[in-house]
């Protein structure tokens, strides 16, 4: 029996895009006015220089590293290894670090822009593993990701739930690569009291947890609670409340996922040349209308279907629109079945707000489910972005992100009454 998920639906269907909507609001904003999107805790925290020759320091550090830095119409960007609708960058990474060589037991923040670990909070007998997996004590790593949702919402408004959601799954994306390459398990955990963690890391309204991941041992034992309340910074320069933002948030936090078994994904990918792609992944900004090959599409339709190493799940679909890969029928599939024939790429590029990278590129993925856990589907189907995003550039093809599209519409066309939660689109 599902469980009610209206307030998930209902947040859903007040965000949606249609032709007049976006007529009538097309989001122009002052770039001048963007709030900054690193946050950085006060000089006199002790922090840990990370150095890429240390494997510890290099598995943090790849999970949310800058990777290039551009500038653009006089305005610097900062890229990194996770992608972020309109590179705002609403999501922040905090470590737990409990009996690792060499690293004092404590909370820290990522500081990406500084390439450190900014020791928060020290542990003693207490931590956090009794907000998320109560009566164990994990050694090793347990990440969380939030959502200073700020960033995204200044430009986005009330659509940058989405944006916040997909964005964290992009990032635990990021992070599962990373663990891959530094040979470590990893479990993602979405169904905990993220209200209550909330208020002991002290974020007041200006951010909220989404997601954690666990990488370590888990021992049989009971950790109490934070015994101090974490000092707050503010992930941005200022500040203003969005009510829609954070009721959104509230009511779909602790909403119960489905369940699974959990099972790693088993991937062959040849280390030094993953670790380039990790390095190197971007946003494809014009396809060339080349096709790809049916080998390259296969290959990752195939990595799609290995399993999210989680227990809380969310049965996410994929349509596929076929424009150009060579030696298939263009048309709109789901897997392996032709649902109808066709070449629909003036329709898809419509169909994201006019985008030519949804009419040019080679396929167009679209992303539906019925929930029961809001947040914990649109993260899985950011979680799934990132690993499209790296197994198309692993081989040798582009890709890109697309969150912007006529919810109604698009529904109508793929012929289903499940949201549409997410697009991507590859291609040459
Ligand atoms: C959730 C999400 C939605 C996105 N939507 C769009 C989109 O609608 N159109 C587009 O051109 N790019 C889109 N992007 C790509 C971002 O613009 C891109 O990730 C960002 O500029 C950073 O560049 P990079 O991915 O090359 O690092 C999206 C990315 C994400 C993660």
């Not at 290099?58 to 990777?67: E, K, P, Q």
């Not at 990893?186 to 909330?198: R, V």
């Not at 990918?269 to 209308?289: G, L």
């Not at 529904?411 to 991507?424: G, H, N, P, R, S």
């Amino acid at each position: 029996m599902r469980q009610d998920n209206s307030s998930g639906k209902a947040y859903h269907e007040a965000t949606k895009h249609s032709y007049l909507s976006v007529q009538l609001d097309p989001n122009y904003i002052d770039a001048s006015t963007q709030p900054i999107a690193f946050k950085v805790y006060p000089k006199f925290y002790r922090r840990v220089k990370l150095n890429l020759n240390n494997k510890i320091h290099s598995f943090i550090w790849l999970t949310s590293a800058v990777t290039l830095e551009k500038v653009y119409n006089n305005v610097p960007y900062k890229l990194r290894v996770n992608p972020s609708a309109g590179a705002l960058y609403p999501t922040e990474v905090y470590v737990q670090i409990r009996g690792v060589p060499d690293i004092v037991d404590g909370i820290y923040h990522v500081e990406v822009e500084n390439n450190c670990l900014t020791l928060i909070y020290e542990l003693i007998d207490d931590g956090l593993e009794s907000y998320i997996i109560p009566n164990k004590s994990i050694s090793g790593f347990i990440f969380f990701i939030s959502s200073v949702y700020y960033r995204s919402s200044w430009k986005y408004k009330n659509r940058s739930i989405r944006y916040c959601l997909l964005d964290s799954g992009h990032h635990l994306g990021a992070i599962a690569a990373s663990a891959y390459l530094h040979e470590r398990d990893i479990q993602l955990i979405f169904d905990f009291d993220k209200l209550a963690l909330n208020t002991a890391l002290g974020f007041e309204n200006k951010e909220f947890i989404t997601a954690c991941a666990v990488s370590g041992e888990a021992q049989d034992q009971k950790v109490r609670q934070l015994r101090l309340q974490v000092p707050f910074v503010c992930g941005t320069d200022y500040f203003e409340a969005n009510q829609f933002i954070e009721d959104s948030y509230q009511t779909t936090a602790c909403q119960t996922s489905q369940k699974q078994q959990l099972k790693q994904p088993q991937f062959d990918f040849e280390p030094d040349k993953f670790y380039q792609t990790v390095w190197n992944r971007r946003s494809i900004r014009r396809f060339r209308k080349e096709s790809i090959l049916q080998e390259q599409y296969l290959y990752v339709l195939q990595k799609l279907e290995q399993s999210i190493p989680t227990e809380n799940f969310e049965e996410v679909e994929i349509y596929s629109v076929v424009h150009r890969v060579d030696g298939m029928l263009p048309g709109l599939y789901k897997g392996a079945n032709l649902i109808k024939a066709g070449n629909f790429s003036e329709q898809t590029g419509y169909l994201c707000i006019n985008q030519a990278i949804a009419r040019d590129c080679g396929v167009i993925f679209f992303f539906v489910c019925e929930y029961t856990s809001y947040q914990t589907a649109m993260q899985i189907a950011g979680f799934l972005g990132q690993r499209i995003y790296l197994v198309s550039n692993y081989v040798g093809i582009q890709c890109s992100g697309i969150g912007a599209f006529y919810d109604n519409e698009t529904q109508q066309f793929l012929e289903t009454d499940k949201d549409v939660l997410y697009a991507m689109a590859i291609g040459i």
